[in-house]
Nanobody, 125 residues
Framework: QVQLAQSGGGLVQAGGSLRLSCAAS????????MGWFRQAPGKEREFVAS????????YYADSVKGRTAISRDNAKNTVYLQMSSLKPEDTAVYYC??????????????????WGQGTQVTVFS
């Protein structure tokens, strides 16, 4: 089990950029595929991006591809989500998650074992 603490998020104008961070503790970070999900008001939580344990594999939802970059620093036990060209429809609570021994292309919530507390991202036009 790993504990995930998120930071970043906030209010940003459409077209702007934002970086979310997720710091892991209590587990062997290198063993985990890390992912980001988001949940907009009134909608189900959806996959955003994932990254394999050594960052050789990244995987993105079509809705964010080309505007978003997931990365990780295993020395800092931290995964990042850099978002640019933000749109109002990106407004959601964003969650990081850890998938033990995942493939790096983990887009299903069911494969993730541990979750961060969530952080609000609001994009205004």
């Amino acid at each position: 089990q790993v504990q995930l603490a998120q930071s970043g998020g906030g209010l940003v104008q459409a077209g702007g950029s934002l970086r979310l961070s997720c710091a892991a503790s209590g587990g062997s970070f290198r063993r985990y595929t890390m992912g980001w999900f988001r949940q907009a008001p009134g909608k189900e939580r959806e996959f955003v991006a994932s990254i394999g344990w050594n960052a050789d594999i990244t995987y993105y939802a079509d809705s964010v591809k080309g505007r978003t970059a997931i990365s990780r620093d295993n020395a800092k036990n931290t995964v990042y989500l850099q978002m640019s060209s933000l749109k109002p429809e990106d407004t959601a609570v964003y969650y990081c998650a850890a998938d033990l021994l995942g493939s790096g292309r983990s887009s299903s919530e069911a494969t993730y074992n541990d979750w961060g507390q969530g952080t609000q991202v609001t994009v205004f036009s």
